[in-house]
């Protein structure tokens, strides 16, 4: 996933029913969850469906908050996410021929449940490792990321390897566990680094994977692309609009500002809407939407300020708007709901049974010599 689509994006529920599954098995009722994503209760009962980016976004943070600091039930889920959890890329992630063909696959769309970014590691032209990058995660968000990513990524490794994958160093930017915690990962790790990484020998890159087929693999890897294309707003004029809003500010979105920052008439742009079978008033409200999802997950920016960027001079239509959008106040959206947005009805509360206290961050264990021999490790960007 990715911010700036969040509210375009569509993906199967999957994710949704994972969480759903554990929350259940904990004793948590997924209610409140459903509700605050603008999701049907009965989804999990029903056929598989698509969720967009900012319903799969708002269940995770409801997940989080009901789990409280339960590493083991992240990791749970994690491990969840097996190759079946993806839909067409599953196909061609399970094809695969070797392990770099997936790993440089699998970053190229974003067609995925997490905001984390996952980057090859490289040293001298051989894939090593990867590095997840979660600073377009919301800090809420980030503990249970790097827990749940890292489950799905080992999980996924060891059904392509047929076996218990080789890694051969893991460090994972996240408190220490307790220990049976530490344990479900199934790898030994370094808490409390600096960065999140997994490493394993330069040979195991390039060694063929249980069930890779180069000619399916590039079958179902078109297939996967045509959808993501489907799936992702790829028309340019609809993103040139969302660019000029941007640029034009609060006060200058109508169609007429518009169509003289992009250099067309207001007659000529009108008519280009027209042939998409969209209006002005609605695109404005969706580009509206996915601004203020942007600047309520990715910045610290008060709510009244995201309010006047967007276009509204009152808090009030503000809130009636977001809540219109997605089914929550923006404060309780973004996770940090207080005493003036208790008593309001968006979100109902959420029960938190058996949260422990947040550990303190740990120091970071002394990493093995592998560390030594990675200082010169390239991370493609």
């Known amino acids: 996933m990715r911010l700036e689509t969040l509210a375009s994006i569509k993906l199967p529920d ?3 029913r994972i969480m759903d599954s554990v929350l259940k098995e904990a004793g948590i009722d997924p209610l409140p969850a459903y509700k605050a994503a603008g999701l049907p209760t009965d989804l999990a009962q029903s056929p598989q469906r698509c969720v967009t980016g900012t319903q799969e976004l708002i269940f995770q943070q409801c997940f989080v908050r009901a789990t409280g600091q339960r590493p083991d039930l992240w990791i749970k889920a994690g491990k969840r996410y097996r190759v079946a959890a993806y839909g067409r890329l599953g196909l061609a992630l399970i094809t695969a021929p070797t392990l770099k063909d997936l790993v440089k696959f699998s970053i190229r769309g974003h067609f995925n449940y997490s905001l984390a970014k996952s ?12 590095e997840l990058d979660v600073s377009a995660v919301p800090p809420e968000l980030r503990d249970f990321t790097i827990y749940r990513d890292f489950a ?11 076996q218990h994958f080789p890694m051969r160093h893991v460090s994972l930017a996240v408190p220490a566990p307790q220990a049976e915690h530490a344990q479900m990962l199934g790898y030994e790790a370094v808490f409390g680094a600096e960065r999140t ?3 394993w020998r330069a040979s195991v890159g390039d060694a063929p994977l249980f069930h890779g087929d180069e000619m399916l693999h590039g079958i179902y890897a078109k297939r996967f692309l045509q959808t993501l294309e489907s799936v992702q707003p790829t028309d340019e004029l609809i993103e040139e609009l969302y660019r000029v809003m941007g640029e034009l500010g609060n006060d200058r979105t109508s169609l007429s500002r518009i169509a003289k920052s992009m250099h067309v008439s207001t007659r000529t742009l009108q008519r280009r809407l027209d042939m998409r079978g969209i209006k002005f008033r609605n695109l404005l409200d969706e580009l509206r939407k996915r601004r203020a999802v942007e600047m309520l997950l990715s910045t610290d920016t008060p709510v009244s300020q995201v309010a ?4 509204y001079s009152d808090l009030a239509s503000f ?3 977001f809540r219109r959008w997605t089914g929550k106040s923006p404060t309780s959206f973004r996770g940090k709901e207080d005493a003036d947005d208790s008593g309001e009805t968006g979100a109902p509360a959420i029960e938190i049974k058996g949260a422990r206290q947040r550990p303190a961050r740990a120091k970071a264990q002394r990493p093995p010599r592998i560390e030594t021999h990675l200082n010169n490790a390239k991370v493609n960007r």
């Open 319 to 321: 809130d009636h708007a």
């Open 197 to 199: 990484a997994w490493y």
């Open 152 to 162: 799905a990524v080992s999980t996924l490794y060891a059904e392509l390897w047929n």
């Open 119 to 130: 980057r090859p590691i490289e040293v001298d032209g051989n894939l090593i490792g990867q």
């Open 14 to 16: 999957l994710s949704v």
């Open 308 to 311: 006047w960027k967007i276009g």
